[in-house]
């Protein structure tokens, strides 16, 4: 089957590479889906974490460069990385105490918000892969490395936000033997 061509209006036309077949328009797609979540959860902080508002103030402009970082000029920097990754290590340190594994995806907002970007930042790193391997696209290493810190780094925020509100989360109860490495 032909794939649909693009309209010559250009109202008609939402994104340049919208039919390409490639998986880098996906990746592009959610990379932008990422950028406009943290817009969200950036609302929804409450004023007492001040702290995380400014983090995530900063990090939002560097996913909107973390989009293009394939098809055109790689933005994302060893100082972007090394920033991320100290925040992190600044938030799994203030959660040290709480016992590691998978917990119930509940809490109070942005939780919700945060668990979907944590997730979202693992489908890029599968679009990354995918993209390397499977379409011999050339992704830049530091890409790979500064998806799985961003990973890890929306994985300990709902903690954060948890504590500031007093929820107690909840360990999930292990039925399976699947691999869980959740910080």
Known sequence: MKAPKHSTNLDEICYPYIY????????????EDLFRQIGG???LLPEAQEELFFELHELQPLLHNLKGSIRGHCSI????????????RVHKEYTGSTPP???LPR??????????????????????????????????????????VLANYFSVLPKIVSRAHHFEEMPSP????DVDMHY
């Open 20 to 31: 390409e077949t490639s998986q880098l328009c996906d990746y592009e797609i959610l990379a």
């Open 41 to 43: 959860i950036l609302t």
């Open 77 to 88: 920097t060893a100082s972007n990385l090394d920033w991320l990754l100290a925040c992190y």
């Open 101 to 103: 594994g998978f917990f």
């Open 107 to 148: 809490g109070p907002l942005p939780v919700p918000q945060l668990n979907q970007a944590g997730l979202d930042a693992k489908r890029l790193l599968r679009i990354m892969f995918r993209l390397q391997i499977e379409e011999s696209v050339e992704v830049p290493e530091i890409l790979f490395r500064f998806c799985n």
């Open 174 to 177: 292990k039925q399976s033997d």
